[in-house]
């Protein structure tokens, strides 16, 4: 198996510094976005904490099949499942214990979304509205579920186009990383075919650019960090309301 790829972050256009983290462990086949929040620096401080615990446990684990973990297995999931689920919580407790402890970081938090491969699965862990799709046989499809007031919105009830628009609240979260105590990842699997590519962002990208138009980018820009490039042109051309940062995986069999 063999992942190329490629991945970039861009402060945006409206603010003054840049919140989003992320990190690409090609040796681990592991790859992360955060995006931040808590104003001042913190935001970027519970993103950066969460791409680097989530990244070294990784290491650790892969050193060490037979460390001890800090939280335990759910047995309804298998190995990956767990692993990928146990980093995310390891890294919401660093963060909780580092705003816990420092009043200056009092509220901060962040999304993840990461992917791990394995040979024959794509294991895809998240919480928060940052996004994972993948872009198949010209077809973009989401895999992650927004963890936001809209989608829950959207979810009990129908919002029209122009409800969804207006809505009032868009940027309101129902799940991140270091609001609590503990959090309850959601990890999703997908075979992946030779030649998928999979989207990691922030909401930097996906609140300024539509799925049609990230596919019309795919679709027509093979090479990733040129993509990865106009993906991100894209999205500050749109207005750049928030930091945007965009990681393309794409995976190949060997």
């Known amino acids: 198996m063999r992942i190329e790829v490629a991945g970039s972050t861009h402060v945006g256009m409206k603010r003054n510094h840049n919140e989003d983290n992320f990190l690409m462990l090609p040796e681990e086949h592991l790859f992360i976005v955060a995006d931040g929040m808590g104003g001042h620096s913190s935001g970027e401080i519970a993103s950066r904490i969460a791409v680097d615990e989530l990244g070294e446990f990784y290491k650790m684990t892969s050193k060490d099949q037979d460390s001890t973990w800090p939280f335990k297995m759910d047995k309804q999931r298998n190995y990956d499942e767990n692993r990928l689920a146990t980093g995310i919580k390891l890294a919401n407790a660093r963060i909780f214990e580092r705003a816990s402890s420092e009043s200056k970081y009092k509220g901060m938090g962040t999304t993840i979304v990461s992917v791990h491969f394995t040979s024959d699965v794509a294991y895809v862990g998240h919480v928060g509205d940052s996004r994972v799709y993948f872009f198949r046989a010209g077809a973009l499809k989401q895999i992650t579920e927004d963890h936001s ?20 609240h868009k940027n309101v979260i129902v799940r991140a990383l270091g609001m609590k105590e503990s959090v309850q990842v959601d990890v999703a699997k997908v075979e992946p075919q030779v030649g998928d590519i ?25 090479e990733l960090d040129k993509a990865c490039s106009q993906l991100i042109d894209m999205a500050n051309a749109a207005g ?11 995976y190949h069999a060997n």
């Open 149 to 168: 007031l809209l989608n829950d919105y959207l979810k009990a009830k129908k919002l029209s186009p122009e409800e969804v628009e207006n809505f009032p």
């Open 198 to 222: 999979f989207l990691l962002c922030s909401d930097g990208l996906s609140g300024m650019v539509t799925d049609a138009q990230m596919q019309e980018i795919l679709a027509r820009t093979p």
């Open 240 to 250: 750049g309301n928030d930091n945007v940062t965009c990681i393309l995986a794409r």
